[in-house]
C-alpha cells in the first residue's frame, strides 16, 4: 500500500518514511485517543484538487474538540503541508491521512499532559473495494455487531479508538465471505457500514439513514444528497430505515470517501434489484466521479 512513499508530515517537518515514528508509551496506542480523517485528492481536468479539503478539515478540528486535543498547527498551516506532500511525492491523485493525537507522556486516562502530535501521510489509492465492486456491487452481511450509540462515544468525531468497531464488523464480514459488513445501530435499525454511509432507492425515490441513528456525517453522503437532489431526485436525508427493508430495497449503495460510491448487490444473501448495479445507483455514481473528474463544482475543490 505504501510503496514508493518516501515523506510523511509530522509535527511540522517532512520527514523520511522510516523515521515517521512514536514512542511504544504513546497515550492514543493505549486508549485511542486520536482523531483523523481520509481524504482523497482527484486528478481533475484542471489537475490535482482535493476533494471538500475545507470540510474534511472542519470535522478534524470538530472531532479533535470532543476529546480537548488542541491541535497544534492551524487549518491553514495543515492545508499548506499537505499540498507541498502532495507535490514532493509527485501524485496526482491519492488518499490523504491526517491524523492527530496525544502522544508520549504519562499514561493516566486524562491525557491532559500528553502532548498533541499531528501527522500528514499521502499514497496513491484505487477503488477501495476493488474496481469490480464500483462496477458489479459487493456482497454484504448484517454484523452481529452493533454500531456504539453517539450517547455512548460521539458518532459525529472520527475518533481513531471507535474504529475497533468498524474492524470487528469488517472482520467478521471477511470471515464469513462477504465483502463487506452493514452495522445496525443500538436500535437494530441500519446505522452504516464500517467505514461508509449508506443509501437505499425505493420506488424511484432516494433514502438515508438520519444523522441521529449514530453515524458518522459522511461528506461522500452530503455530496451525494446534493447531486442527487440537483438531478431530481427526492432524497430524505434522516430516514429510519429497518434491517427487513434493506431486504425489499430496490437499490441499495455505500458512499465514502474510500468507498466513493459503491453498489451493494446482495444483503445475507438476499439479491438487491437485479443483484447488480442498480439504474439510479449507476447515475449517481457516474454523476460522482464525472464531478471529481472534471473538478466541478469548482467550490469543492482546492488545487494543490
Ligand atoms: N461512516 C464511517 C464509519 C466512516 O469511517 C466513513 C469514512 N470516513 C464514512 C461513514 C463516510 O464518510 P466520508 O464520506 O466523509 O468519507
Given amino acids: ?46 489537475g490535482p484538487a482535493i476533494f471538500r479539503w475545507e470540510e474534511h478539515l472542519d470535522r478534524l478540528f470538530n472531532s479533535a474538540e470532543v476529546y480537548d ?67 458489479e456491487g ?3 452481511a448484517i454484523s452481529s455487531w452493533r454500531k456504539y450509540a453517539s ?20 472482520l467478521e464480514a471477511k470471515g464469513n465471505g462477504y465483502e463487506e459488513a452493514i452495522v445496525l445501530n443500538k436500535e437494530g435499525n441500519v446505522a452504516e457500514g464500517p467505514g461508509e454511509n449508506l443509501f437505499l432507492v425505493r420506488d424511484g425515490e432516494i433514502y438515508t439513514t438520519g444523522l441521529a441513528e449514530s453515524i458518522l456525517d459522511g461528506i461522500t453522503r452530503r455530496t451525494v444528497i446534493e447531486l442527487a437532489r440537483d438531478m431530481g431526485y427526492t432524497v430524505h436525508d434522516d430516514a429510519t430505515i429497518s434491517r ?43 454523476r460522482f466521479f464525472e464531478v471529481v473528474e472534471e473538478g466541478e463544482p469548482e467550490r469543492w475543490f482546492d488545487y494543490v
Fill in 69 to 135: 486535543i488542541d491541535i497544534p498547527f492551524s487549518k491553514r498551516e495543515l492545508d499548506e503541508a499537505t499540498r507541498e506532500l502532495i507535490d514532493r511525492e509527485g501524485l496526482q491523485s491519492c488518499y490523504i491521512r491526517p491524523i492527530a493525537f496525544y502522544g508520549y507522556g504519562p499514561l493516566g486516562l486524562n491525557p491532559g499532559k500528553s502532548p498533541e502530535q499531528v501527522a500528514i501521510a499521502v499514497w496513491p489509492w484505487g477503488a477501495y473495494l476493488g474496481e469490480e465492486a464500483l462496477e
Fill in 151 to 170: 450517547s455512548q462515544i460521539p458518532t459525529n468525531a472520527k475518533t481513531t479508538g471507535t474504529y475497533v468497531n468498524s474492524v470487528l464488523a469488517s
Fill in 1 to 46: 500500500m505504501f510503496e514508493g512513499v518516501e515523506e510523511i508530515w509530522m509535527d511540522g517537518e517532512f520527514v523520511d518514511f522510516e523515521d515517521a515514528q512514536v514512542h511504544v508509551l504513546t497515550h492514543a496506542l493505549h486508549y485511542g485517543t486520536g482523531v483523523f480523517e481520509g481524504v482523497r485528492c482527484y486528478d481533475t481536468a484542471e
Fill in 138 to 140: 459487493v456482497d454484504t
Fill in 244 to 286: 427487513g427493508e434493506l431486504y425489499t430495497a430496490d437499490e441499495l449503495f455505500f458512499t465514502g470517501t474510500a468507498a466513493e460510491v459503491t453498489p451493494i448487490r446482495t444483503v445475507d444473501d438476499n439479491e438487491i434489484g437485479k443483484g447488480t448495479k442498480g439504474p439510479i445507483t449507476d447515475e449517481i455514481q457516474t
